[in-house]
C-alpha cells in the first residue's frame, strides 16, 4: 500500500468510529479501570477509606509498585520499625520477626491497639517525643519505614538506627525531596523511586526505598520477580542464560 492512501484510510475508519461512538481504546480503559478496582482492590479502599487489598486484606498506604515489591521479601527474621501506624503494621507483622510502631493520633493509636498481634508493638507517643521514641530501642532495626510527621527528623534518627544490609522506605518521597537526598547523598543508600497509583488516592505519588549497599533481603520464591497482580504469567522463549 502506498504512503499517500494510509492518511486517506486512516480518516475514514476514524470518522466511521466516531459515527459509531466505538473506539479501540474504550476497551482498553475498561480493562485497565478493572484491573485496578477489581485485581488490586482499589474500589474496597475509596469504600473503607483504608488501604486493603482485592481480599479486603490490610496493606501498606505506599503506591502498588511498592507494596508488591515489599511483598516478595521474606522478612521473617526481620524486625521493623515505622513512625506511623495502621494497615501497614498489621501487612508487615503478618510477614516480619518483630514490629514497634509510633503512633502520635490518640484515636488512631487506640484502634490499631485493639488488633495487634504477638510479634507487634505501637506506642504512643506526642509530636514533641516522636521523632526520638526510635531512641528507646537498644537495638537496630533491618527495615525502618518513614511515613507520618517531621520526616526529615526521622531519616536522621533512622540512619543511626539501621542494620547493616537493612532499607530505609519513605512515603511521599516526591513531596521531601531535601529528605530523599540526605538519604542518599548523605548517608549513601541506593535510592529507588516507587512511583505510581495506589489505594485511596485518585492521584499518582512516590514511594522511596533506600538500600544500605550490603542489601541482604532475600526473596519468599525462588524467583524475583513474581508475577504482579495484573500481570500476565509466561516465560519468554528468550529467558536463557548461555
Known amino acids: 500500500m502506498s504512503m499517500h492512501r494510509k492518511p486517506l484510510l486512516n480518516r475514514v475508519s476514524h470518522k466511521l ?20 478496582k477489581e485485581k488490586y482492590g482499589y474500589q474496597h479502599t475509596k469504600v473503607l477509606q483504608k488501604p486493603v487489598d482485592a481480599d479486603y486484606e490490610p496493606l501498606p498506604w505506599f503506591t502498588y509498585p511498592a507494596i508488591e515489591y515489599l511483598a516478595q521479601l521474606d522478612l521473617s527474621s526481620k524486625t521493623i520499625f515505622e513512625w506511623g501506624s495502621g494497615n501497614s503494621s498489621l501487612f508487615l507483622a503478618r510477614r516480619c520477626k518483630q514490629i514497634t510502631s509510633i503512633e502520635s493520633n490518640k484515636e488512631w493509636y487506640e484502634y490499631c491497639n485493639q488488633k495487634l498481634l504477638p510479634n507487634q508493638k505501637i506506642l504512643f507517643r506526642e509530636e514533641l517525643e516522636f521523632v526520638e521514641a526510635i531512641d528507646e530501642s537498644p537495638s537496630k532495626f533491618d527495615l525502618i519505614i518513614i511515613d507520618s510527621l517531621r520526616r526529615g527528623e526521622c531519616a536522621k ?22 529528605t530523599s537526598a540526605f538519604l542518599k547523598d548523605s548517608c549513601n543508600l541506593l535510592e529507588v523511586d516507587m512511583h505510581g497509583f495506589g489505594p485511596i488516592n485518585d492521584y499518582s505519588w512516590t514511594t522511596s526505598l533506600f538500600f544500605h549497599r550490603d542489601f541482604n533481603f532475600f526473596s519468599r520464591e525462588n524467583k524475583q520477580p513474581t508475577i504482579s497482580k495484573a500481570g500476565i504469567e509466561q516465560i519468554s522463549k528468550h529467558d536463557y542464560i548461555q
Open 157 to 178: 534518627k533512622a540512619i543511626k538506627h539501621l542494620n547493616s544490609g537493612g532499607l530505609i522506605i519513605l512515603d511521599n518521597s516526591d513531596w521531601h525531596p531535601n
Open 17 to 36: 468510529m466516531s459515527y459509531f461512538n466505538v473506539f479501540p481504546c474504550d476497551k482498553n480503559l475498561e480493562v485497565l479501570s478493572h484491573n485496578l
